[in-house]
C-alpha cells in the first residue's frame, strides 16, 4: 500500500512537471513568434542616425545551419563577439548539422524551411536560383577564387568557405627516423621511402581506406593530375567506358592498390580508425596521409610539433615534374527567401574577410592574393608545384552519375579489394553506359 | 451524468473517444506520410523542389531491372540469426532473474546498461571492440591464449562483417527485450504457479507449460520487431562500415537513404521503400502462419 | 536434491557473469579515456588505464562547455509531456481494445503492428511537411507529438496486462453500478502501474537518446537537448573522445538514477501487491 502511494506520488509529479512543462513550452514558443514578428518589421531598417562612419546599422536574426557542431558554444560564441562590435544589431542563431548534413538540408528544402545561411548541398547547378540569393554583390566578389563552381547562367550563388591543396602531409621525425633525408620526387623514390618506413616499423601511409572519405584525393584530385586536364572528370560524357585501366582513373587506383599490395598502407585497410590515424601521425606511428592542406591543423591539434609535420605534393609518376590538386571545401549560400538578406550578407562577408575561420580551418582564404598563415603551405609552395584548380562539374555528368549511382571513392575500395580490378571496372563502365543511354546523352 | 446511460451507450462512447485522438495521431503521423511515399514512388522526384514529375510505374520497372539491388538482403540474414539469438538470450535471462536469486537487482541493472548508453558511444565503443591490430577484442583473444583467432579482421572479412556488426545490435538490445520479458512475466499470476507446484511440477515443466505459453504474444510481438528490425536495419553498418569492404555490409535501407539523398532520386527510393513494405508483410506474414499452426497443432 | 539445486545455482551465475563481462567489455574504452587529460589521451594507448582516475577534468569541462544543464532541462520537459499522453493513450487504447468487442478492433490492432513496419527514415520528408504546417517546427512540439504518435509495444504491453487482471473486477464495479469511465479511472489504470512503470523506463531512454528527431525538427541551439548538446563535442571529422567518453558517462548518470528510482515498481508484479 505505501508503495503504491509512492507511485501516485511519482505520477503526480510527473504530471505536474508536464503541466508546468507545457506552459514552458508554450512560453518558449511565444517568445519564437514574438521575434519572428520583430524580425519582419526590422528587416534591414537602414538607420538614418548611423554613426559617424556613415555605414548603415542592419539589424535582424540569422540564422547558420553550420556542420562545425563543434564550434557551437566555442569559437562561434567568440566570433558572435567580434562580429557584434561592427553589428550590435544583428542577431546570429546557430544550427548543427552533420554527417548527414546534406540530406538534413534536403528535407528542409522540401518543406521550403531553410536558414538564412547554410552551405550548398549536392543539386545541380540550374536549381541553385531556386533556393539561393545571387551574391555577386558581395564587396569582394572580385577576389573570390572559384566562383564559376556554384554559379548559373553567369550569376554567383555559392562562395568557397576556404581552398585546400592535396598533398603528402608527413612527420619529418618518422622519415629522419628511418632515414629518409628528402622528401620523394618520383614514385620510385615514394616507394623507396615507403619501405625504409615499414623496415623501421611505421606504417608508412595512413589511408583510413575504411572510412571511404578519406579517399578523395585518390578519387577526384589525382586522376585529373595524371592527365593533366582538370576538365577530365567532365569528360567522361563522351565515353561509355569512362574507367579504363590506362586513364587516369584507372593509374590513380593502381598506385594506391600497389601501396595496398606491398604493406605500405594500414596493416588491415577495413579495420581504421580515424581518429586514432591523427594521434598515430602526430606520434610517427603512422608517417603520412594523402588529404587536404586543412589536416596539418588537426594533426598538430591532437599535439604534434608544428614544425614537426610536413607538406609535399605526391609524386604519383616518375617525371620528376609534379602537380597538386587544388580544390574548394564546402560553398557558403543565403537564402533567397531570407527575411533578413542584408543582414545575412553581411554576416557572410564578415565570415569570409574578417572570422580568420580559414586559418582556424586549415584552408587556404576564399579571397585571392591572401598569404596562408600555414608555414607547411609556404614550404608547399617554395618547391614550385603547379597547383591545378578543378573545374565545375558539368551538370549532364552528375546527372547520369547520380542514375548510375557511381561514387568514385567506393569505386576505388572496390578496386582496391579486388583480386581482377577491371571486373570492378566492367561493373561501373556497364552502370555508366546503361544510365547515359536511360537519358538520351 | 456520463454515470447514468446505460452501459451499451457508455460503451460506444467510450471506444469512440478514447480512440479518437491516438487513432488521429496515428494517422497522420505514420499513414499521411506513408501515403505521401506512395505517391512519391510513381514521380521522378529529386526529393526537394516543388515539381513532381509523374511517371507512372518507372520506377518499380527500374528497381526489378537491377536485380542485384536484392542482393544485399543476403547480409540481413545476419541480423535476423542475432536477433534470434538475442531473444533467446533475453528469455533465459529474464526467466533467471525473475527467481529468488541474490543480487538481481544488480544483474538486472548490468544487463540493461548497454540500452541506456548513448548511441554515440556505440560507434566509438565498438571502433575499438573491432579494431584488427589494436582492438579489445584481438587483444583479449591473444591474452587468453588464442592468438590465431585473435588476427581476425571482424569488419574486414566479407563473411564475418554482417554478423559482427549484428553482434553489436545484440550486445545493444538484449536488455531491452529482458526488461519487456521480464515484466510480461511479472503479469503471469502467482496463483497458477502455485497450482502447478502443488500438482508437483518441475522447474522445467512449469516453463514450458505455464511461462512460455503466457508469454507468447510478446514473444510473437518480439519476434515481429526482430523481423522488421533485421530487414530494415541501417544505422549500425553506416557507423561503422560505411557498407564496406566493397559494400559486404551494405544494407536496403542504406541504399535507399543513398538513392534518395545523396543521388536526388526520391522517386526510386521511395518505390524501394515500398517494395520493402511488402516485403517485410510477406515475411511477416509466413512467420505469422508458421507461428499460429505450430500453435494451433498442439 | 539439494546438490542439483547449488549446480543450478552456480550455473545460473556463471552465465549471469559472463553476460556481465559482454555488457562491461565495450565501455572499457569510454570509462578510462574519460580520466584522461588531452596530452595523455593523445600520446597515450586509447587502451591504456588513466593515470588516475580522479582527474575528473574533463567532467569539468563538459559542464563548462554550457549547454547541457539546458539540454537536460528540454530534454526532461520532453520526456514528461510525451510519457503523460503516452501513458494516457495507451491505457485507453489498450482499455478499449482489451474490454471491448466492436467491429473495428482487427483493424484498429492491425492498424497499429503495420506503423511499426513502415521505415520512418524514408517518410521523414512527408513527416516534415506536417511538422511545418502544424507550426511546430523548432519548438518543443514537434519531436513530442513525434514521440506521442505511433508505439506499438505500449499497446502491446498493455494488453498483455489487462488480459491478466480478472474481467470480474469490472463486472462487480459494474454490479454496483460504476461508470466505464470510473472502471477505468479507479481499477484498470491503477492496475496498469507495473507496466506504466516499465513503460516510462523504456520510453524515457529512447527519447534521452534519440538524436535524430531533435536534430532534424528543432535544431536551435536555445532547444538543444542532451544528444544534441553532445553532437557539439564533435564535427565531421573531428572529435575530442576523451571529453565526448566523460559527457557520456555524465548524461548516463539521470537514467542510471531513474532506473534505480523506478525497478521496484517495474519487477514488483501485479500479482504482490497491486490487486489487494
Known sequence: MRKKSILLAFMMILAISAVLAGCGGNSGNGTTADTGNSEGTNTATANSGSEGSGETTLSGKVTFLTNRTDMIGKEYDEYLKRFNEKYPDIKIEFEGGQTDYNQQLKVRMASGELPDLMFVPDIPNSDLPKYFAE???????????????????????????????SGIVYNKQAFADAGITETPKTWEEFLAACEKLKQNGVIPLSSNFKDKWPLGSWAYDLPRLIENNPNFPNEKLNTDTPFTMDNGYGKSFSLLKELADK????????????????????????????????????????????????????????SGQTRAGLSPDFFYAVNKDSKNLEATKAFLAWLIEDSGYEDFAGFMSPLEGRESKLPQLAEFQALAVELQEGVADDPEVIQISNKAQIDLPAIAQEFVLAKDPQTVFDKWNKAWAKAKKDLGY | MFG???????????????????????????????????????????????????????????????????????????????????????????????????????????????????????????????????????????????TQLSETSWLGTKGLVNYALASTGL???????????????????????????????????????ITLPNMKPVIQ?????????ALEVFDLPFVLTKGGPAGASQTYVQRVVETAFAYNNYGLASAMSIILLFFVILVVGMQQFVLSRGGSSK | MIQTKTIANTLKYITLLVGVFVVLFPPYVVIVNSFKADEEFNTGSTMALPESFFNFDNFKAVFERGGLINGFANTLIIICVTLVFNILFGTMVAYVLGRFDFRMKKAVFALYLFATVIPGITTQVATFGIIKSLGLYNTMGAPIVLYIGADVIQIILYLQFIRNIPVDLDENAMVEGASLLRIYRSIIFPLLTPATSTLIILKSISIYNDMYTPYLYMPKQALGVVTTVLMRFQSLNLANWNLISAAILLILLPTLILYFFLQKYIFEGVASGAVK
Open chain 1, 135 to 165: 551574391l555577386d554583390d558581395m564587396p569582394f566578389s572580385s577576389e573570390l577564387t572559384f566562383k564559376d563552381f556554384k554559379s548559373y547562367e553567369g550569376k554567383l550563388y555559392g562562395i568557397t568557405t576556404g581552398n585546400a591543396s
Open chain 1, 263 to 318: 604493406g605500405y598502407l594500414e596493416k588491415d585497410i577495413n579495420s581504421t580508425n580515424w581518429e586514432q590515424s591523427k594521434k598515430d601521425i602526430a606520434n610517427g606511428k603512422m608517417a603520412m596521409y594523402y588529404l587536404g592542406n586543412w589536416v596539418i591543423n588537426q594533426v598538430i591539434g591532437v599535439g604534434a610539433e608544428a614544425d614537426n609535420i610536413g607538406f609535399f605534393p605526391l609524386p604519383y609518376d616518375n
Open chain 2, 4 to 146: 447514468s446511460m446505460s452501459y451499451l451507450k457508455q460503451k460506444r462512447i467510450i471506444i469512440f473517444t478514447f480512440l479518437l485522438v491516438p487513432v488521429t495521431l496515428l494517422l497522420l503521423f505514420t499513414y499521411y506520410p506513408a501515403s505521401k511515399l506512395v505517391y512519391f514512388s510513381f514521380t521522378s522526384w529529386d526529393g526537394y523542389s516543388p515539381e513532381k514529375p509523374w511517371v507512372g510505374l518507372d520506377n518499380y520497372r527500374e528497381v526489378f531491372s537491377n536485380p542485384d539491388i536484392f542482393g544485399v538482403f543476403a547480409h540481413n540474414f545476419a541480423y535476423f540469426i542475432m536477433g534470434l539469438v538475442q531473444n533467446v538470450i533475453a528469455i533465459y535471462f529474464a526467466v533467471i532473474l525473475n527467481t529468488r536469486l541474490r543480487g538481481k537487482n544488480v544483474f538486472r541493472l548490468l544487463l540493461f546498461l548497454p540500452y541506456i548508453m548513448n548511441g554515440v558511444a556505440v560507434a566509438f565503443m565498438f571502433g575499438y571492440v573491432f579494431d584488427t591490430t589494436q582492438g579489445s577484442l584481438n587483444l583479449f583473444l591473444n591474452s587468453i591464449g588464442l
Open chain 2, 171 to 209: 550486445w545493444r538490445f538484449m536488455g531491452y527485450n529482458m526488461v519487456i520479458y521480464i515484466a510480461s512475466l511479472q503479469a503471469i499470476p502467482s496463483d497458477i504457479y502455485e497450482a502447478a507446484k502443488i500438482d508437483g511440477a518441475n522447474a522445467w515443466q512449469t516453463f514450458w507449460r
Open chain 2, 221 to 229: 510481438l518480439n519476434l515481429f520487431l526482430t523481423v522488421t528490425g
